[in-house]
């Protein structure tokens, strides 16, 4: 298992291309091989795009969706991917007395968004595009890791030979739990007063979704 421990030098993106050359170039030192790049959409999928051409890969996507905590639609307490994988956040679920109820009808929820949102982006199944292959999962940054963790758990469950996970800046200790996740983590940037994930660059503005499919083409 192999997790980035580079501290963070100062450097901020300018935006989601920029990043994306510079996770490629790290990647490249670091000597990663991938069949295909995934991204996370929206955001990531610049990011991936970029990721995706230096190494001559493939470029799709993996979607999921947090789960949100009742009556606080901002905190979240899971994710889940199109293919109803999940990752739960028990510290947070115990904290907030969710019950079981609620916890299956936020799922199925979560799940269905998630494959809605892959429906949009592409024809055909996660599966068809993993099985057997290198697959490298790419996001803009992390912050919580919760939509990552029910990415990373999809498409091994779809069958990909090989899972690592990629970004340009993240938190620690939520890099850490990716790494429980797939084969290899890396984050070139790894800030010790980590915030929010648009702080370390300078646009980081919404990806719309026709944005984001326009990298696809």
Same mark, same amino acid.
């Given at each position: 298992m192999k997790?980035?421990?580079?501290?963070?030098?100062?450097?901020?993106?300018?935006d989601?291309?920029?990043?994306g050359d510079?996770?490629?170039?790290?990647?490249?030192?670091? =000597?990663?091989d991938?069949? *295909? %790049?995934?991204?996370i959409?929206r955001g +990531?999928?610049?990011v991936? @795009?970029a990721v995706?051409r230096?190494?001559d890969?493939?470029?799709?996507v993996?979607?999921a969706?947090?789960?949100?905590?009742?009556?606080?639609?901002?905190?979240?307490?899971?994710?889940?991917?199109?293919?109803?994988?999940v990752?739960?956040n028990?510290?947070?679920?115990?904290r907030?007395?969710?019950?079981?109820?609620?916890?299956?009808e936020?799922?199925?929820?979560?799940?269905?968004e998630?494959l809605?949102?892959?429906?949009?982006?592409r024809d055909?199944?996660?599966?068809?595009?993993?099985? =057997?292959?290198r697959v490298? *999962? %790419?996001?803009?940054?992390?912050?919580? +890791?919760?939509?990552a963790l @029910?990415?990373?758990?999809?498409?091994?469950d779809?069958?990909?030979?090989?899972?690592?996970?990629a970004?340009?800046?993240?938190?620690?200790?939520s890099?850490?739990?990716?790494?429980?996740?797939?084969d290899?983590?890396y984050?070139?940037e790894?800030p010790?007063?980590?915030?929010?994930?648009?702080?370390?660059?300078?646009?980081?503005?919404?990806?719309?979704?026709?944005e984001?499919?326009?990298?696809?083409?």
């Amino acid at each position: 298992m192999k997790v980035g421990d580079v501290e963070l030098t100062g450097m901020i993106y300018r935006d989601r291309e920029e990043a994306g050359d510079s996770l490629a170039e790290h990647l490249m030192e670091e =000597g990663v091989d991938a069949d *295909v %790049v995934l991204g996370i959409p929206r955001g +990531g999928l610049p990011v991936a @795009a970029a990721v995706a051409r230096a190494f001559d890969a493939e470029l799709d996507v993996v979607a999921a969706k947090k789960l949100r905590a009742p009556y606080n639609e901002e905190l979240a307490i899971g994710a889940a991917a199109a293919d109803g994988s999940v990752w739960l956040n028990d510290d947070v679920i115990e904290r907030v007395d969710v019950d079981e109820d609620y916890l299956e009808e936020e799922t199925r929820w979560a799940a269905n968004e998630a494959l809605d949102k892959e429906a949009g982006y592409r024809d055909g199944s996660l599966e068809d595009v993993v099985r =057997g292959r290198r697959v490298l *999962v %790419v996001d803009d940054g992390v912050a919580t +890791g919760a939509t990552a963790l @029910a990415c990373l758990r999809s498409v091994r469950d779809a069958g990909a030979s090989y899972v690592a996970f990629a970004a340009p800046v993240g938190s620690g200790s939520s890099l850490r739990r990716l790494a429980g996740e797939c084969d290899a983590v890396y984050c070139p940037e790894r800030p010790r007063d980590f915030s929010a994930v648009g702080r370390y660059y300078d646009v980081f503005d919404q990806v719309s979704d026709e944005e984001a499919m326009s990298y696809l083409v």
